[in-house]
């Protein structure tokens, strides 16, 4: 029976047969190799390449070894990609990307963990092999949460907007979409190292059938509404710019406000010489209106002027005062504002970005921070989803960096939202990554949940992203101006958005029993 088992098992290459000089030097090129997966330059196929590098190089390692492999594997990976964040400061980009490492170094220690168990048949080698594809859902699901609200940028699922395994999120939810990149990654490995023909040829076969399902659903796809419903909502986006970009980039707030008004009036214009449909809603960006159209008189006559003008309600994106503590917080809000009834429905952003809209620990940091003096109050979460009801469609509003954040997309989703619409301010970041960047999240949104996507932005990027993942029209980054689309409302549930969160907390829990079984099995096989 044992012999039986040797000849199943990993044959693999002696521990020492690189140098660690070697390895960590691989460590940086394939980590370097992963952030071209994402926006700037986008391509897709190097993130499976870059986790299988990163995975054999921690294969059948030691616990120390293979966790500074991946921290150094995560943090090349995390700078390059974060390269935007400069924008903010040198330090930041770093500080930022070291944090981040630390998480793949966790993979890392996982990894050595599971393929030693596997070389010792401790575990068998399909446990094992899903079980570190189970921990980059693990390590993601940690990181997206804990602690301060947690960081989902830049997980596996969003380098793949372009990829044909793309459609797996709509099958599983984003996090299983990271699995099968992770499972692809590791299976391609195990080809190399199994000595087994069988077990050879089921991994061929099971990397073959990751990318033939999503392509086999793509071309079969005849998705639509589960009401029958082929009506359609016609919804206006308006991107004004900012006089300037950069950190200073909503210091004239004025100014921000009179282009977002001045840009609806031309549209206005535009609907009434035909040019444009009427649009029944309009949607303005994150920090459209950054004078509290509540306290400022001229900036609700403002708003006002341009809702008249359009003759539709205006999603207006807003910071305004909190009614609880206004000395040190802020709401960023989303008002339905109509043109005769004014201000009526809000949202306030659920999940705003830690040290970027609130700052934990600010009596310390701000000692030592001077640029935290930029956000002197701290943005409060919201606790009720984006959710607009206009023309008999039902709208899930999300702000921003909520694109990336799980539990408040699948929550407008499952309570409702036929069509999700992103208020976004990149005016921070314009000419760099972080606005393609974001797209790519947006596009695989509208996949993963069979939705159209409308984003409106104040500097770029603007768009109406279909269910399907492609971008038409577009308002590119540095763009100023409006356009108006045609909307399907959809009301069906994906498989990803039913059972995408129960997948994931089943994915971690596995990996997690795994780990735990482990050093039981092992102590058993030391007794007998």
């Known amino acids: ?53 990163f995975s054999a190089l921690a294969w059948n390692q030691t616990k120390k070894l293979g966790a500074i492999i991946g921290f150094v594997y ?23 990307s070291f944090y981040l490492a630390i998480w793949i170094g966790a993979v890392g220690i996982v990894i050595s963990i599971i393929s030693r168990a596997i070389y010792r048949q401790t575990i068998s080698w399909p446990i094992g092999l ?25 997980r596996l699922a969003f380098s793949q907007a372009d990829s044909p ?23 391609c490995v195990a080809i190399f190292i199994l000595a087994s023909i069988r077990a050879k040829v089921v991994l061929v076969l099971f990397v073959i059938v990751c990318f033939l399902i999503p392509i086999t659903l793509s071309n079969a796809s005849t998705s639509t509404d589960a009401n029958g419903d082929i ?12 006089p300037q970009t950069g950190m200073g980039a909503m210091d004239v707030r004025r100014a921000v406000l009179d282009n977002h008004v001045k840009h609806t009036i031309e549209l206005a214009q535009k609907v009434k010489r035909g040019e444009e449909p009427q649009p029944e809603i309009v ?35 807003a910071v305004v005062e909190s009614k609880t503590d206004p000395q040190n917080e802020v709401y960023n809000m989303g008002i339905l504002w109509g043109p005769s009834t004014g201000p009526g429905e809000t949202y306030i952003k659920n999940a705003p970005v830690p040290f970027g809209e609130f700052i934990p620990f600010r009596s310390v940091l701000t000692q030592l921070i001077s640029r935290y003096e930029r956000v002197p109050r701290d943005f409060a979460h919201g606790v009720e989803p984006g959710l607009f009801a206009v023309s008999g469609v039902t709208l899930g509003d999300l702000i921003c960096f909520e694109v990336a954040v799980d539990p408040v997309v699948n929550r407008v989703i499952n309570e409702g939202a036929q069509v999700l619409v992103v208020q976004t301010n990149n005016a921070t970041y314009a000419g760099t990554a972080l606005p393609l960047q974001q797209l790519n999240i947006e596009r695989l949104r509208a996949i993963e949940n069979d939705r159209t996507v409308v984003v409106a932005a104040t500097t770029g990027i603007s768009a109406r992203i279909t269910p399907g993942g492609s971008v038409d029209p577009i308002l590119e980054d540095g763009d100023v101006g409006s356009f108006v689309v045609e909307v399907a409302p959809r009301a069906n549930l994906t498989p990803g958005a039913r059972l995408g969160p129960y997948l994931e907390l089943l994915l971690c829990l596995f990996v997690v029993a795994v780990l735990v079984c482990i050093p039981i099995r092992e102590r058993r096989g030391r007794r007998s």
């Open 1 to 53: 029976m044992q012999v039986k088992i040797l000849q199943i098992g990993l044959v693999l290459m002696p521990r020492n047969s690189l140098s660690i000089g070697v390895r960590l030097l691989l460590a940086v090129l394939s980590g370097w190799l992963l952030a071209l997966a994402y926006p700037t330059p986008g391509q897709w196929w190097c993130a499976p390449i870059s986790v299988a590098i």
């Open 74 to 96: 995560g943090f090349v990976a995390f700078l390059s990609q974060h390269t935007w964040l400069t924008v903010v400061g040198v330090d930041a980009t770093w500080i930022l």
């Open 130 to 154: 899903l079980a570190i594809s189970s921990a980059w859902v693990l390590e993601e699901f940690l990181r997206g949460r804990y602690p301060f609200g947690g960081y989902p940028w830049a």
């Open 165 to 187: 395994l793309a459609l797996w999120s709509r099958i599983g939810g984003i996090p299983v979409l990271s699995f099968i990149v992770v499972a692809i990654s590791v299976a």
């Open 231 to 242: 009506s359609t909502i016609a919804i206006g986006v308006v991107q004004g710019g900012t």
């Open 283 to 317: 949607i303005w960006p994150e920090n459209s209106s950054d004078l509290d159209p509540y306290v400022e008189d001229d900036a609700a006559a403002l708003i006002d002027q341009a809702v008249t003008a359009i003759g539709v309600p205006i999603l207006v994106g």
